[in-house]
Nanobody, 116 residues
Framework: QVQPVESGGGSVPSGGSLRLSCSTSEAILSRRLMAWYRQAPGKEREFLARITEGGLTWYADSVKGRFIISTDSAKNTVFLEMNDLKPEDTAVYYC??????????WGQGTQVTVSS
């Protein structure tokens, strides 16, 4: 698998929730930390959360307490549950390894739009 495949984005009102999915491979999931990132218009791509094979997690302060990263190793899938969404969460969301380098580039991402 050359790139991850993200899905699950959409448009929600402020305070809403979404669950993003990232299809990866066993080879990647078993050997790398996986992470979620996002890029808002006109801004740099930013790290949001990462998870180890053993389930240890880290979060950026901007999403701590609202977002939850998890994996389903049987399905080679990484999830990002997003709660209490705010308009400033509007961005394209990507998954990738942490640190970068597990994939050749980025997937297409999935758009999340939060209206006020």
């Amino acid at each position: 698998q050359v790139q991850p495949v993200e899905s699950g984005g959409g448009s929600v009102p402020s305070g809403g929730s979404l669950r993003l999915s990232c299809s990866t491979s066993e080879a990647i999931l078993s050997r790398r930390l996986m992470a979620w990132y996002r890029q808002a218009p006109g801004k740099e791509r930013e790290f949001l959360a990462r998870i180890t094979e053993g389930g240890l997690t880290w979060y950026a302060d901007s999403v701590k307490g609202r977002f939850i990263i998890s994996t389903d190793s049987a399905k080679n899938t990484v999830f990002l549950e997003m709660n209490d969404l705010k308009p400033e969460d509007t961005a394209v969301y990507y998954c990738n390894t942490w640190p970068l380098g597990g994939y050749r580039g980025w997937g297409q991402g999935t758009q999340v739009t939060v209206s006020s």
